[in-house]
Every structure is written in C-alpha cells, then in structure tokens.
C-alpha cells in the first residue's frame, strides 16, 4: 500500500457512524428513481412498487402541531399577540395577570388547532373510503383453479388481473386486457383527470381479447414492459410480448386505463402496472398546502397599519411624558397599554364565520352533495368576477344535434330530411344502382363522369354511418360472469336486443369519443 500514489489510494474509513447516517439519509429523504418494468401476465411482481395508498392529509400526528403553529405564526396578528403576552414574563414589562394575555392568544390557537384537525380527518376519510374500495381480483389457487377475490383497493400490487365493472373507478394504472365487447372496445370518463366530460375509446389487447376465457391468461406466457412512469397522461410506451409464439405487439394510451377514470360501458380486465404515487393521477396533483385567501393577508396588513399607528402614540405620549429615566420600559409598557387598539377576537370572528360559511353551503338545498374540501376560504368564492375556460364541453352539455347536411350544390335542413330519407330507402333497396357500381363497367372514362345528386348522398350518409365510435349504452343491462368468458357475451345493446326482442331508443342511450378523437 505503502507504493501505491496518493491520488490513487483508497480513502480508508473506519467511522461506521458516518456510513450509517449516510444510509439513513438516503433511505429517508432520497427519491426513489423511477424505473421501466417488465410484468408477467398472471404473476405478482416481485420487485417493490409504491403501494397503491391514496393520501391528501397535509398533516402527521408528529406534524400536525408544529406545522399548524407555524402557518399561524407567519401571520403579522398572531406574532405581535405572541411577543405581548411574552413580555408579560418580565416583571418590569407586567402589566397584570398572565391569563389576560396568554389566555385569549391560547383560545385563537385552539380555535384554529381544532379547524385544521377536522379538515385533515375529513380528508382521511375521504382517503380511506377511496383506499377500501373492494375490486376483483383474479387469482390462481393452490389446486390450480382459477378463481376471483375481493381486494381493497390499497391491497392491489402491480402485475395483478382486476376486473373494473361499469360506472366502478379505475383503482391503479392498468393496460387493458380484455372486455366484454367483442371487438376489445372500452369507453372511459375522465373528466377528473382532464377535465373532459366526453368519453374516451380504450381497446384491448387483440392476443388477449381473443382468448376463449379469462381463465386462459394464468395458461398463455406473456409479458408487458411499460415505461417508467410519467406525468403526461396523453402518451404511453408498452410493448406486449408472448413468449409462447414470438409475438410482439406496441402498446400506447388507447391500450391503457388511468387511475382515477370510470369505466363507462361495459366490463374491463387489466394488468395494474402503475400503483400510488407512480399513477399518472398522482403525478399530476400537487402536495397538500396551506391556503391562504385574500381577506387573511388584506387584514394581516391592516394589522401592520394599526401597529404603526400604536407606536405613533406611544412615541407621543413618551414624549408628554419625557425621556428621562428608563424610558425605553416606559415606552414598551405605553404599546402594551394601546395593544388592544389591534383586536384579539377578530381572528377568532373570522374563523367562525368561515365555519358557518362552510356548514352551509353543505346544506345548501339548491346545491345538493356539495363537498367542502377546504374550510379557509370559502369567502373567495364571492370574488369570483369572471370564469374562463377553454373547452366548450366544460360549460355545454357537451352534446352533439344533426342540424344540416350540405354536399357541396345543394343542402338538406330539418325539414327535408324526409326527402333524403326516401332517396335513401331508393338506393339501397336496389330500385337505383349506385353510380360508382355502374361505372366500373362503363370503363376507365367514364371516373371522369360527374356523380349524381344521389350519389354523394348515399357515400355522405354511409360515411357518416360508418366513421365514428358511437355506442348504444344500456342502463338496465344484462349482467354476465365475465371471470367465465366475457368474450361469449354480446354488447350491451346485443343482451338488450335478445333479452327484450327489440332495441327501442327510450331504453338506451348513445355515447361516443369527440369527433376530432376519432
């Protein structure tokens, strides 16, 4: 070792205290990095995800008090209400008994202890009720047979089969295996992640939709490698790889379900492999804050305004008095004396009123289920001057009224629809040959032959019949055993249809992705 050049030598340590505080430091307060995965289908992960735990508390049992006090003490009120009541601890300074200083600024903080303590169990609650949510969950048992349980949500593990039924939020990021439709199609809400109120088409997995039953999953050897998680919600890179035949197939956002989504028709199966804090969803939301409104800082600064004008009439009466003898003391005591210039109770008035503010809106009967999720400033909502927003969905019912069908010379209105209905029944009852069919055998000049009125519209109609995702959507559906094989089921229309020997339109409803999502 003694050879070996200073730059070049190994630094020895026998400090294990340093090594261990380092350890400590990183397994604490370190970032987890944030990895690409590869699952194989029908087997839990072995590697450690985050759990799937949704948490918006802003506060621990360890952090509730200091952080509490601390958010009340950036507020000018409550630190001059503070210092006066420490100066009361100076014999010189003490103007009377403690408890008439201590105890009104004791009673504010309790006040506001007790407002921040119920606002954080209400959002344990809501966190719980999200976290305890029951799914199914696909599962091989010891004998083999394939089975299904009922899992909290905060129990699901990445690499595990759920099944979402209709109008059930999505629990975790999933990418979609299989549906109940035959051709793979899912519709999803997601207008708590986007804000969207249209619904977004998903599809399966095509090796795994044709799959006889759910069953065939835990047979087929199969893996999904997904990215690691990110924050847009708009993109996805996967790639679905059997390993039993050499297939691969590229995944991307129409192959995925996010946290948080609805499924809006039907039933859908897939693989979980985001949970918690990797979820897209959770990315994408902020940390817990303290909020502060307007009408808090307008008085914090009116109590600054009323402190200066207390040291004003200090100064003036120190200088009635003179400046003689200890007159910095007599300077002080004369601001303790015109402390109550600056009330005590007006931070306990405010907080009340936001109390009441908050109940009753709750119970406001012209705005039933309202939730209240932050009781500090509910007067913002009387500031309010002006709403902006850049999606016509958000404000509208979001719902689409064939008005007029224009092909260029002539157009068809609301009340000539009953002629195109007639020209219609004309063309494809064969009573009149579509004019492309008659020009294929008229020869290559005759393209050149200008179509008919009739024509275009029976192509403008068939491509209006054709190029869209509309889906008849029953409410009163026909429920199936989807963990038998969801592909033997039919549609819901399709269920409906055989069920009632009809599809009348006062019985379902139509939904569709927007038109420029198609």
Known sequence: KEDIPLLNK???????????????WQKCFRKKELTSRTIVIGKQSTEKYS?????NQKYTIITFLPKVLYQQFKFFLNLYFLLMAMSQFVPELRLGYLY???????????????????????RWQRDEEVNSQKYKRLIRGKDHNIGTEYVSSSKLKVGDLVLVEKDQRVPADMVLLRTTEKSGACFVRTDQMD???DWKLRLAIGDTQKLDCDARLFDITATIFAEKPQRDIHSFIGTFRRQDNGEEVSLDVENTLWANCVVANGSALGAVVYTGAETRSVMNNSQPRSKVGLL????????????????????VMMCLKGFSGPWYRYMFRFVLLFSYIIPISLRVNLDMGKAFYSWSMQRDEEMPDTVVRCTTIPEELGRISYLFSDKTGTLTQNSMVFKRLHLGTVSYGAESFDQVSDQLKMTFCGTVEPTHNRNLS?????????????????????????CHNVTPVI?????????DSPVELRSEADQHYIKEGLLS???CTYQASSPDEV
Do not use: M
């Open 100 to 122: 008439t200083y201590w105890g009104p600024l004791i009673f504010v903080l309790a006040v506001t202890l007790f407002r921040e303590g119920v606002d954080d169990i209400r």
């Open 475 to 483: 409410e009163n559906n026909v429920q199936g055993n989807i963990t």
């Open 51 to 55: 759990p799937n735990v949704i948490r």
């Open 442 to 466: 008229q020869g290559s000049t005759s393209f050149k032959i200008r179509r008919s009125e009739q024509t275009r519209l029976h192509d403008a109609v068939k491509a209006i019949a054709l």
């Open 296 to 315: 808090d800082i307008e008085i914090n600064q009116l109590t600054k305004l009323l402190f200066c004008a207390v040291v004003g009439l200090a100064f």
């Open 505 to 507: 339109r006062s019985q």
């Open 10 to 24: 190994p630094r020895e340590s026998n400090n294990g205290f340093n090594r261990f505080c380092q350890w400590i």
């Open 195 to 197: 804000g969207e109120t």
